[in-house]
């Protein structure tokens, strides 16, 4: 568990709650997530009271959510999640009800209107992110194709194309700040296409990369974080490999391909989605971006 062993877990709460600075710092410009986090410190007691944990501290990678290693009653070790308000992360419980440990952590307790959720431990809890990125794809290819199913209730969860919607709104907002507006609008061009072409459609993880795989008993890797979405597989190999920006800047074609195989999914599909996301996903910084720069490639090399 990143170092934080149970030695480290208090008797009760820790007061003041101890905030992550990367939480801290994407609550902080936003009154809805700021509310959030403002709420946290009851949040976490009445639930410690409720489902009868003790909590250490915090794991200081979270982003978009207070996670931290806890304790049960019957001294077994779990994790508890506080999820920040957050489009893209609305159907957590869900997915990893569905899912009940096939290849995700197993949902222990949970309170969807607190968007809290008691989560299986991983131990030792390493990243994927650790191991070599050919290890990196191997694992992450096989965990996706056993997320992907596509069982009658999936309508319970969200299409695909409204997350792409949320986005291609979230850019057209700040077009002011684009460096390049010809790249971001054949990006935006090719969400409206992708989301509209889709021949199949299974549960997405949508956030599955090798820092949201943790080395684990019960499996050798498990998955934590996903956002579900319904929609085209080919768009669930872009995360990691936008991770892998190296081997994208060097050899794009060659990555692609590779990861695409061993996914077994539409390989122009899977160089789409990514140039529309490197061309025209919301950021933060549109000038000269890690990202502009990356579609300048893939449309040179590959579209
Ligand atoms: N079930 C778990 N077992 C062990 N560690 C976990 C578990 N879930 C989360 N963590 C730790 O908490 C961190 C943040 O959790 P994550 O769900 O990825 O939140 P975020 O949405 O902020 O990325 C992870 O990177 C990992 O270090
Ligand atoms: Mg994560």
New binding site residues.
């Given amino acids: ?2 170092g934080r062993g149970c030695s480290r877990i208090s008797q009760e709460a820790p007061n003041p709650l101890i905030i992550p600075a990367s ?1 801290a710092a994407n609550c902080g410009a936003n009154p809805v997530r700021s509310a959030w986090l403002a709420s946290l410190p009851a949040t976490a007691r009445s639930l410690a009271l409720r489902w009868k944990l003790t909590f250490g501290e915090p ?1 200081a ?5 207070w ?1 931290a ?1 806890a304790r049960r009653a019957d001294g077994s070790a779990a ?1 508890l ?1 506080l ?1 920040m308000p957050h489009f893209e ?1 609305q159907d957590e419980i869900q997915g990893l009800r569905f899912w009940n440990g096939e290849p995700t ?1 197993l949902l222990l307790e949970s309170d969807e209107q607190a968007g809290a959720m008691l ?5 030792p ?1 390493s ?1 994927l992110s650790a191991q070599p990125e050919d290890e990196q794809d191997v694992v992450i290819a096989q965990l996706l194709r056993r997320l992907w199913s596509s069982p009658g209730w999936l309508d319970v969860f969200r299409p695909l194309s409204l997350m792409i919607r949320h986005w291609i709104d979230e850019t057209l907002a700040n077009s002011q700040f684009w460096s390049d507006p010809h790249l971001v609008r054949d990006g935006l061009q090719a969400f409206e296409e992708l989301s509209q072409s889709e021949s199949e459609r299974v549960l997405l993880a949508t956030d599955l990369h090798a ?2 795989v ?1 080395r684990s008993q019960r499996e050798p890797w ?1 998955v ?2 996903p956002k579900p979405f319904i929609g085209d597989p080919a768009f669930d190999s872009t995360q990691h490999l936008l991770n892998c920006r190296a081997s994208l800047m060097s050899d794009a074609e060659g990555k692609i391909t590779r990861f695409a195989d061993l996914l077994q999914v539409d390989r122009e599909r899977v160089r789409r989605w990514l140039f529309a996301r490197a061309a025209a996903e919301p950021r933060s910084v549109w000038r000269d971006d890690d990202l502009s720069q990356l579609a300048k490639k893939l449309s040179k090399s590959i579209c």
């Fill in positions: 568990m990143d939480l794991f990678d979270a982003t978009c959510a996670v290693p994790v999640k999820g992360a952590v989560l299986e431990s991983c131990t809890g990243k820092g949201n943790l498990l934590i974080d």
